[in-house]
């Protein structure tokens, strides 16, 4: 079973910069996309970025020239660096992956962000 655990996250001023990371764990093959949704109070799941294996990245209209998505390290990581950060930011961050474009998911617990001076 393909697990996600996220690091970074926290407490950044508006205007900071926060970085997140994702590792996904119980698969030998290189996951199809990656990224991350959130979720905001008072506001549905959105997405913020999602990169598959191949580079092609997709922003959410809110982050689009604030957040970079890219590929870790190792196989199967991601990062999110988050700049120019707004109050409107913080919400639950969650790691995602499409396993398989479209078979098979996963998702991680969540990490909170928090925007605040």
């Known amino acids: 079973q393909v697990q996600l655990v996220e690091s970074g996250g926290g407490l950044a001023q508006p205007g900071g910069s926060l970085r997140l990371a994702c590792a996904a764990s119980?698969?030998?093959?290189?996951?199809?996309?990656m990224g991350w949704y959130r979720r905001v109070p008072g506001k549905s799941r959105e997405l913020v970025a999602l990169?598959?294996?191949?580079?092609?990245?997709t922003y959410g209209d809110s982050v689009t020239g604030r957040f970079t998505i890219s590929r870790g390290a190792a196989m199967n990581t991601i990062d999110l660096q988050m700049s120019a950060l707004k109050p409107e930011d913080t919400g639950v961050y969650s790691c995602?992956?499409?396993?398989?474009?479209?078979?098979?998911?996963?998702w991680g617990q969540g990490t909170q962000v928090t925007v605040s001076s």
């Open positions: 990169r598959t294996r191949g580079g092609r990245t």
């Open positions: 119980g698969i030998n093959f290189n996951i199809y996309a």
């Open positions: 995602y992956a499409d396993i398989d474009a479209g078979g098979r998911d996963a």
